[in-house]
């Protein structure tokens, strides 16, 4: 395989995923940095691929501890594996975050099924719910989308490794800023 198509196979493997719940890279390692400078890691569900522009869509509670960490540090990474072949995608980024307020968390909201709303309508992600009912609050859809947030992932570089049996294989891409190839290169495993 050329560079150009190992990184044309993995965006349009990510491409896929978005659209696909059982694709293997539907489901991204999010990492972010703490304000005690400790490393936080999260799955989450890839919603869209813009491939062209190499952007990632994830949605999230805006009442969440990463939201609050990502607005502070905006450089993530996001990670992914795909069993067949053994592929790693390790992408790293900047992440530009759309809350309830802005337009693109509207028009996502718009998109999304009642039962992925609700998910948003519970209390703060984290806290502590004791012995109180999950279901007893009267909540609405608006009080879910109030804390609805649209975070916009942008690649910086892309490593890609495939494990294979004895000669596994890496490369590296680079991204400008409009999502243009600006380099790509084989290293050592
Ligand atoms: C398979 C899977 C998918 C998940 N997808 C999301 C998601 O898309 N967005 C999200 O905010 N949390 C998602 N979660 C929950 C997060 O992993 C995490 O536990 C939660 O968001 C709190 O993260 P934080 O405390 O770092 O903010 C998912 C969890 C699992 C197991």
Redesign the pocket.
Known sequence: MTLTAVDASAWAELEAAAADPQSAFR?LN?C?VDAAGRP????????GVDVARRLLE????VR????Q?ISAKPLVTLLGFGPQPKVQLRLQGSAELHGPASERAAEAWSLLPLSTRSTYMGGP??DEIGDRPASEAAVTDADGQAFFGALIFRAETLDWFQLRHADNRRAVFAYDHLGALTSSRWVNP
């Open positions: 489901y999010l972010s936080q890691a999260r799955m989450v569900v890839l919603r994830i949605h999230t509670d969440s501890p990463k939201w960490e992600p984290g």
